[in-house]
């Protein structure tokens, strides 16, 4: 008789494994839920809003002037002009304003960007001048503006 109770002892091991279909099941349920009802939850009522007048906002002025790059122009005649007073012309007398104005732009936001650039006939002097100047007072982000040629594409 014992033979016998061991038998039907070793029969019955217990499984230690968690059944999932279950699981798997009310997931699939809950997802096909979701799916039909989403649909429905995103229809919108339409409104049309009444208008009011612009406010210049002075955060967003202030940030476009900082996207937008400052650009020094050495014209044919060897003068200078700025993109902020593109019809004030400046002479080598007003360089040393102009030097500390760029100084001053760049210590307030030293990620900007300054360029020069040169017209063709320009004295190339005064276009290396500039860049020199400003190289040595401290503004790090200084480059050259050119004009790549059409035929060498």
């Keep these: 008789m014992q033979t016998g109770f061991r038998r039907q002892r070793q029969k019955r091991r217990l499984i230690a494994e968690i059944n999932v279909v279950p699981y798997v099941d009310v997931t699939l349920v809950l997802l096909i839920i979701f799916m039909v009802t989403a649909p429905i939850v995103q229809q919108a009522v339409t409104v049309e809003l009444p208008q009011t007048p612009q406010i210049v906002d002075q955060k967003q002025q202030a940030s476009e002037d900082e996207t937008r790059p400052f650009v020094i122009t050495v014209t044919k005649e060897g003068m200078y002009k700025t993109s902020e007073q593109p019809n004030i012309i400046l ?31 320009a004295p190339y002097g005064k276009v290396v001048h500039i860049f020199v100047l400003l190289k040595s007072n401290g503004v790090e ?11 060498t594409r």
């Design 141 to 151: 982000q200084v480059a050259l503006l050119t004009k790549p040629e059409e035929g």
């Design 91 to 121: 002479s080598n007398k007003d360089l040393e304003s102009l030097v500390a104005e760029v100084m001053a732009r760049s210590q307030l936001n030293p990620n900007k960007m300054i360029y020069i650039q040169g017209d063709r006939a």
